[in-house]
């Protein structure tokens, strides 16, 4: 069964969770790629896939949704996860005292969801660098103003056992799906 990796990254959070969870594939024996949404030409030599991008305010980025949606109806015939990066901070609570990681959840997903229907989604916390140059307006603003420091705390927040268990569930779920097949056979 051959796993394509695929996510949309500004700043390489993102890309790093990525890589991580094609690692881990690869570690149960899952032959796996990993690439940017951008650089993907070819979906029909992969079997299942997992899709990820970076979360701002509140939106997944605009290349994996145009991903999602451009090749939704080969995504739908195929297993598929989703996952999210963007929230800062280790507190898994907000203010509100709602779930930060679910609050987090992009507004996208819904849709994409009943479009595609994955096996899961999952959204994860990031890492955000105050040295790297801000890649737009709102990041320009975020970054500078007084508010905006503490909405952007700086720091490597990727839980990489939670990535790392996710993707453990991933490669079971496939070597069940093989199995069934090779059994179906």
């Known amino acids: 069964m051959n796993v ?14 990525a890589e991580r969870i094609a690692s881990q594939l690869r570690v149960a024996g899952l032959p796996t790629e990993v690439m940017s949404v951008d650089k993907v030409k070819n979906l ?4 299942a896939f997992v899709i990820g ?5 509140g939106h ?15 995504l739908a015939e195929n297993p598929v996860w989703l996952f999210s990066s963007g929230p800062l ?7 509100d005292g709602r779930d930060v990681l679910e609050s987090a959840t992009p507004k996208e997903f819904d849709a994409i969801v009943a479009a595609i229907h994955p096996r899961a989604e999952q959204v994860f916390f990031g890492a955000w660098d ?11 603003l975020m ?13 490597d927040f990727r839980d990489w056992g939670a990535i790392d268990g ?20």
Request: aromatic letters at 8%.
């Open 143 to 155: 970054k500078f103003a007084p508010a905006g420091k503490a909405a952007l705390p700086a720091g």
């Open 44 to 47: 029909h030599v992969y079997d």
């Open 4 to 17: 394509l990796v695929t996510y949309a990254s500004r700043h390489g959070s993102t890309a790093g969770i």
């Open 53 to 57: 991008g970076a979360a701002y305010m």
């Open 60 to 74: 997944w980025m605009k290349d994996v949704t145009a991903f999602v949606k451009r090749h939704r109806a080969l």
């Open 166 to 185: 996710w993707a453990h569930e991933i490669a079971t779920r496939l070597a069940g799906l093989a199995a069934d097949s090779r059994s179906a056979s």
């Open 89 to 95: 901070g280790v507190d898994i609570v907000d203010k």
């Open 130 to 140: 105050p040295h790297t140059p801000p890649t737009g307006i709102a990041e320009r």
